[in-house]
């Protein structure tokens, strides 16, 4: 096999054979490489023939190259051509795999950032920010969102676009969403005792959202709320998630409905939810997405286009809430085009548990959004 492989090299280029079934080729010419991968696969799936036996056999190529984006020395060109090999393995042997840089740099930052989030979950370095949804008309606070923040010691505050995307899809997924729900059922425990009992939304992730004992989970940690004024949690569900699986998605919250706790369907209009689909949902609330609200004060066409979706949740008998009120514009046209419940920065930013409660002591809706209703 050795002098087969010999065979397949160029001038310059370097075979060694680094012990048991396994050699490594160093090839000079880059230009036609791929040839010469074939030509290597070919050398060793020709049968051999020894003492009258015929032998067949086929090998498994893993390439890299060099040099690359960043530093590599010897060892871990072999390791990477290893790995490749493995692929090569995996996908069914007598082929060649290269070795996917990126990837493997990806999914090494990745696992980076993941163990440093599980440490920063263990030092109590994640917090939930809170932000009301009020009734612009009256004034009235309806719930507040809980909505996650980690205090990085060295990077500062994050939002949760800096952490969610390695969560979401990892083993931490539902650990991080029982946090979540965890730290709101103390923080609702908190407003009980200052006589200003909320409920608290929480952004429920699609994974954590299907896991098969979820509802028993939500279920165990608070009883059954359906005879009480205010449930604590009240889960916010993404189109998205709902549209892979409308039928357990549906059940589930029905499931949640029998003990008293409600669900919305965030990011409306983001989703392509079909009208079929809506209607068989059994959210009671439809949180219009943010974009369909900031055009609003520059373009006609948006404010019919927002009247449509307000006239549709209502032939559904949904209610509906505005994301995104960034100004007192935004909330002079919701509320008289008849969105009288929203959230956005023009009413309060996501705050601290404590901003929270000083929040809620001076509260008032503009001025501007007195009698600009008619259906408050
Ligand atoms: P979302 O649930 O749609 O939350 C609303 C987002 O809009 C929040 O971003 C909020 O800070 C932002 N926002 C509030 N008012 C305004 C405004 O007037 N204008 C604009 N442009 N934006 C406003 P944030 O906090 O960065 O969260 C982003 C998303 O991350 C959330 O979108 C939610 O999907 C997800 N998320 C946040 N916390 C959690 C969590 O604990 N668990 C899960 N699974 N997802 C979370
Ligand atoms: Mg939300
Ligand atoms: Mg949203």
């Known amino acids: 096999v050795a002098s087969r492989l010999k065979g397949c090299l160029r001038e310059g280029d370097t075979l060694a054979r680094l012990g048991g079934d396994e050699f490594v080729a160093l090839l000079l010419n880059p230009s036609d490489v791929e040839q010469q991968y074939f030509a290597l696969l070919n050398a060793v799936a020709h049968p051999i023939r020894i003492d009258g036996i015929t032998l067949f056999m086929t090998a498994s190529l893993g390439a890299c190259s060099y040099p690359q984006a960043v530093a590599v020395d010897a060892d ?11 692929h090569a393995k995996q996908a069914g042997r007598n082929r060649f795999q290269i070795f996917d840089e990126v990837f493997d740099h990806d999914l090494r930052v990745h696992n980076e950032n993941l163990e440093r989030i599980r440490k920063g979950l263990t030092d109590d370095e994640f917090e939930l920010y809170y932000q009301p949804k009020v009734n612009m008309a009256t004034g009235a606070i309806l719930g507040i969102e809980a909505l996650a923040r980690w205090n990085h010691p060295e990077r500062g505050l994050l939002p949760p676009s800096a952490f969610l995307p390695d969560i979401q899809g990892s083993v931490l997924e539902v650990s991080f969403g029982e946090w979540v729900i965890d730290q709101a059922l103390a923080d609702y425990e908190r407003l009980r005792l200052n006589d200003m009992a909320l409920t608290i939304s929480i952004n429920i992730s699609a994974r954590h959202l299907e896991k098969t004992d979820f509802v028993e989970y939500i279920r165990s940690r608070l009883g059954d709320c359906s005879g009480h004024q ?26 949640c409905a029998k003990f008293g706790v409600r669900c919305s369907l965030d990011d409306f209009g983001t989703g392509y939810c079909s009208l079929t689909y809506l209607r068989k949902l059994p959210v009671e609330t439809l949180k219009i997405d943010q ?26 008998d949904r209610k509906v809430i505005a994301e995104g009120v960034e100004t007192l514009e935004h909330g002079r046209i919701l509320l008289e085009i008849g969105c009288i419940q929203g959230q956005g920065s023009a009413i309060a930013r ?27």
């Not at 871990?76 to 493995?86: G, N, P, S, W």
């Not at 959004?369 to 408050?376: F, L, P, V």
């Open 76 to 86: 871990q060109l072999v390791r990477q051509a290893d790995q490749a090999m493995y």
């Open 230 to 255: 205010t449930c604590p949690l009240e889960l916010e569900i993404l189109e998205t998630t709902t549209l892979d699986n409308l039928d357990r998605v549906s059940d589930i919250i029905r499931d």
């Open 291 to 316: 974009s369909f609200v900031c055009g609003i004060t520059e373009h006609p066409n948006d404010v019919i286009l927002l009247k449509g979706i307000l006239d549709l949740a209502r032939s559904i």
């Open 350 to 376: 996501p705050m601290s548990f404590k901003a929270l409660l000083e929040w809620m002591k001076t509260w008032h809706p503009d001025p501007s959004w007195e009698n600009r209703s008619a259906y408050s």
